[in-house]
Nanobody, 118 residues
Framework: VQLQASGGGLVQAGGSLRLSCAVS????????MGWYRQTPGKQRELVAT???????NYADSVKGRFTISRDNAKNTVYLQMNSLKTEDTAVYYC?????????????WGQGTLVTVSS
């Protein structure tokens, strides 16, 4: 099972970016999917998660600005980030709880850098 994240980059404050993360491999099912972020010297923090049925959960710092969604047919999770702030600068990691031949495990993508300039 592999998670491939994409969509990071440099954007000015107030701008938007859309992250994508595709899950591939011999997958039976995908449960929760999510996005986390980390800055140097800090612990990785939750940004948003979405259950297989579509219910979403957000960190207070991104509520109203970020939207998480998923396409179950494509095994892909998205994070639409609007009204970006400089404090959103971080490496963003996607996460998925996947059931495969090996059982149910927690998988992480490689991280994609989002830089918001003032």
């Amino acid at each position: 099972v592999q998670l491939q994240a994409s969509g990071g980059g440099l954007v000015q404050a107030g701008g938007s970016l859309r992250l994508s993360c595709a899950v591939s491999g011999s997958i039976f099912s995908i449960n929760d999917m999510g996005w986390y972020r980390q800055t140097p010297g800090k612990q990785r923090e939750l940004v948003a998660t979405i259950a297989s049925g579509g219910s979403a959960n957000y960190a207070d710092s991104v509520k109203g600005r970020f939207t998480i969604s998923r396409d179950n047919a494509k095994n892909t999770v998205y994070l639409q980030m609007n009204s970006l702030k400089t404090e959103d600068t971080a490496v963003y990691y996607c996460n998925a709880i996947v059931t495969s031949l090996l059982g149910e495990y927690d998988y992480w993508g490689q991280g994609t850098l989002v830089t918001v300039s003032s």
